[in-house]
C-alpha cells in the first residue's frame, strides 16, 4: 500500500512563511506527477498545486504567486514552500500522487499536517 506522510505545518502570523513536506512510500514520485491538497473546516478537499515528473506545475488560483511546489526524486519527497500565508490557507494539507489533471492517484491519505494563519 500506498503511504504519505506530510510534515512542515503550525501555526504561523499572517503574512508568513512555512515549508511543507511529504515523504512518499517506494518511488511514488519518481513515477508520477505530486500533489498537495487541502481541507478547510466545513469545505471540500481541494488541489493546492501539483508537479509532474518532468517539472510541469501548476496551482490553484488563490495561491498563485505566493505558493511554489517542488520535488527531490532522489528523496522520493515532494514540497510546498508557502509565503504570504493569508488567514484563509489555514486547513489541513495532505499529499498524494496525482494525475495531470490534478486529481488525486491513490485513495490512501495521510494523516495531514494542520496549517494555521492568524490574523
Known amino acids: 500500500q500506498v503511504q504519505f506522510v506530510e510534515s512542515g505545518g503550525g501555526l504561523v502570523q499572517s503574512g508568513g512563511s512555512l515549508r511543507l513536506s511529504c515523504a512518499a512510500s517506494?518511488?511514488?514520485?519518481?513515477?508520477?506527477?505530486g500533489g498537495w491538497y487541502r481541507q478547510a473546516p466545513g469545505k471540500q478537499r481541494e488541489l493546492v498545486a501539483a508537479?509532474?515528473?518532468?517539472?510541469?506545475?501548476n496551482y490553484a488560483d488563490s495561491v498563485k504567486g505566493r505558493f511554489t511546489i517542488s520535488r527531490d526524486n532522489a528523496k522520493n519527497t515532494v514540497y510546498l514552500q508557502m509565503n504570504s500565508l493569508k488567514p484563509e490557507d489555514t486547513a489541513v494539507y495532505y499529499c498524494n500522487a496525482a494525475y495531470n489533471s490534478g486529481s488525486p492517484r491513490y485513495d490512501y491519505w495521510g494523516q495531514g499536517t494542520q496549517v494555521t494563519v492568524s490574523s
Open positions: 508537479i509532474t515528473s518532468g517539472g510541469y506545475t
Open positions: 517506494g518511488s511514488i514520485f519518481r513515477l508520477y506527477a
